[in-house]
């Protein structure tokens, strides 16, 4: 083992007790919980030693580093998230390489991947990013569309040839009623998913919680968590 594979490992072996902890907590099956290694600023030789560890799911937040290192790993079965703000001129590259963008939080954006997934011959699945500090009609501080603008964003993506409807993602909010109370959020974000899964059951993900916050997330009920720093240590930023 090279010391980076070992730190690695030991790394995701906390994390994944720290996940099957809170999932005994919350009375969840553990597989119910999808581990997402958000690998933004790391090279892709590290995302090649989380693959030989067994993880499947890696996630970026920058097309300009998503892409090249989507590239050097094209040969692995991983699934790509891309989870950052996306302008809508990156949405053609984008579609080349993701899986499951977790960003969508306007129409715009709905219709600029919806373009690019059909030139790329591609189905992006979409979460719709929730910001629970903005007011309608108005973007969070991190991204993201408020609550009461969810219902129009499902629609433009059902509509839109290429896009799959898959679910709702969310970060804890720094301000507004919600900062400082993650769980509280998560669970808020529990709530709109059930009202979206009403009409549209297959777009059942959520995706909440971060490395300071996944118990919150996965006593809240969400089904994804999207781990860096916890996995990859802290470190300067690449170039």
Known sequence: MTDRRTELAENLARVEERIASACAAAGRKREEVTLIVVTKTYPASDV???YELGVRHVAENKDQEAAPKAAA???LSLT???VGQLQTNKARSVAVYADIVQSVD???LVRALSAAAVRAERELGCLIQVALDAESGRQGDRGGVAPGDIGELAAAVDG???LRLDGLMTVAPLEGPYAGRQQAAFERLMEISSRLRADR????MVSAGMSADLEQAVAAGATHV???TAVLGVRPRLG
Not at 201 to 204: E, F
Request: hydrophobic share 35%; with cysteine.
């Open 226 to 228: 999207r781990v860096g």
């Open 73 to 75: 790993c094209s040969d």
């Open 48 to 50: 090649r030693l989380l």
């Open 201 to 204: 059951p297959a777009a059942n």
């Open 106 to 108: 306007r129409p715009k």
């Open 160 to 162: 839109a040839p290429g």
């Open 80 to 82: 790509w998230h891309f």
